[in-house]
């Protein structure tokens, strides 16, 4: 597997394919995160972004191999595991957006409430938003494996599956992503917030699930 996801990460960084969700993520961050706002908030906001963004990423690790390439690799590794690395490629390159994003925006906001009452401890601010940032980070790559091959393999379904599924996941009542962010918002308003634990297992079982279905689905039609 070792090999497979450095097979994977490196056609991802030859391709240069990453740029486009990179470039268009921190174009949303300079937009919704500005020096000294509060950062739950900021926290939450750049949470959210990464949950389409993952997807995208999914969906360019799934398809980013030629036809021919891709038959080569499922004949030496079985098309399961081929398959698996590049959800794993994109679902790992995101975490570690997500972790610098955390970082960045702990450095940039202000420690405090919305109305600036009531101080916010940064450590606990920094897990609140690690966790929400991976939370959405998981559920972007379900939903990125869902709306992709092997499940759907024409283009124009899978791009309209993921930008539905993206803001159904960050809206729909009950959606780990959506308490997560709301966690923080609320927090951001009210000072008092706990990291969102559940809503982090709850998106990491999501996650593995739709994994499982799409690989053994791979598997099947490779």
Known sequence: MTALLRYQAALLARSQRWLAP??????VLAVG?????????SLGFAAAALLPVTAWAVHLCVGQEPPAARAIASAAAG????????????????AVLAGVTT???????SPATDNGTQAVPRPAAALAGLLAALCCVLLGAAVG??????????????VAAAVLGSLL????????ARYAVTALVTGSRTGTFDPPVLASLGAAASAG????????LAARRG
């Open 22 to 27: 990179l470039l268009l993520y921190v174009a």
């Open 33 to 41: 995160v500005q020096n000294g706002q509060p950062v739950l908030g």
């Open 79 to 94: 098309p399961r595991r081929v398959h698996l690395a590049a959800l794993l490629t994109a679902t790992g390159g995101a």
């Open 103 to 109: 970082a960045v925006v702990l450095l940039v906001s």
């Open 145 to 158: 494996a869902l709306s992709t091959r092997p499940v759907l393999r024409r283009r124009g379904w899978s």
């Open 169 to 176: 996941a960050l809206v729909t009542t009950g959606s780990p």
């Open 209 to 216: 699930t739709a994994a499982f279905v799409v690989c053994r």
